[in-house]
């Protein structure tokens, strides 16, 4: 009897600095009765065999964290804004103008110290305010967005649109209403135990190995001097049809996902999902369940 290996998707939201180990187990049994009618008689021989417990066991489940220590510091100052629905925003992200420029910069940690390998990917979903909430946008609204704003690694031109760093690549087939999704070309190596109790010692979370965490899939989000009025007024009746709307903003949700590697020497980030675990960066990333109320999910929000 094989065991096949089936590998856990963990979907990440920065929550508390908690770690939830699991241990699967599973119990298979098999008993075999075999019945033989002799002579048109109504005796019968039985044999039963004897019952075997296969018990087996996994690594425990991976685990990561999706962290921005450059926006969650400046959401952390004493002059930091509220956004529409009450959350915590740096003061540069606040009435933005051309040529202003907000620091955010969310990475993945493998922060399982099983030493499981896995692959990480990360889904920005752009939302607006509507009066009551933040709403997915329309890939036309974010296309208005992406004409005014510019999300863009350090090292990169800060032209319109979302500028990757090196090590990332855009899972394009995936794009879907308001929603992008990424993937790293490096499988994460997992944290040890002190690693990941070290980060708590480190306010920016800067000594985490370089091999255990992703890079900053951007850096830097950029109102663009390039952006031309047209471009302008074109966003903003996006954020507010008619004038209905009393605190037009726009912001985009990030969320991370890992889903472990096998450690083959010919697999990737991008042949893994589709052709060893049959889903696409898409799937992976969607299955996040709805963040719970006080999670902390990353969010930029520009009024």
Not at 24 to 52: K, R, S
Not at 87 to 93: D, N, V
Not at 103 to 124: H, M, Q, R
């Amino acid at each position: 009897m094989e065991n096949q290996r089936q590998d856990p998707v963990i979907v990440v939201e920065r929550t508390e600095r908690k770690r939830s180990k699991g241990l699967m187990a599973g119990v298979l049994g098999a008993a075999l009765v075999a019945a033989l009618g002799v002579g048109g008689t109504l005796a019968y021989l039985t044999y039963t065999t004897n019952q075997e417990k296969n018990s087996f066991t996994s690594n425990p489940n991976i685990t990561a964290d999706l962290l921005e220590p450059e926006w969650t510091a400046g959401a952390a100052e004493g002059d930091a804004k509220d956004a529409p629905d009450g959350s915590k925003m740096p003061l540069e992200a606040d009435n933005m103008i051309p040529g202003s420029e907000v620091a955010k910069n969310p990475f993945v940690v493998n922060t399982s110290v099983n030493g499981a390998k896995a692959w990480a990917g990360i889904k920005l979903q752009f939302e607006k305010w509507n009066g009551s909430g933040y709403v997915a946008m329309t890939d036309d609204e974010m296309g208005k967005v992406l004409k005014v704003y510019s999300l863009y690694a350090t090292g990169k031109n800060a032209d319109a649109g979302i500028v990757s760093a090196d090590g990332w690549t855009e899972s394009t087939g995936d794009a879907a209403d308001g929603a992008r999704y990424f993937y790293y070309a490096t499988a994460l190596e997992a944290e040890t135990a002190d690693e990941f109790t070290g980060e708590n010692d480190t306010d920016a979370y800067r000594n985490i190995p370089a091999t255990k965490r992703t890079v900053a899939l951007f850096d830097k989000v950029k109102f663009l001097e390039t952006a031309t009025q047209a471009d302008i007024d074109a966003l903003n009746d996006a954020l507010n049809p008619g004038d209905a709307v009393d605190d037009p903003s726009w912001r985009v949700t990030v969320t991370g996902a890992i889903i472990g590697a096998t450690g083959a020497a010919s697999e990737t980030a991008a042949t893994f999902v589709t052709e060893t675990a049959g889903v696409s960066w898409k799937g992976v990333l969607d299955a996040a369940a709805a963040p719970a109320a006080g999670t902390g999910v990353r969010t930029l929000v520009v009024p």
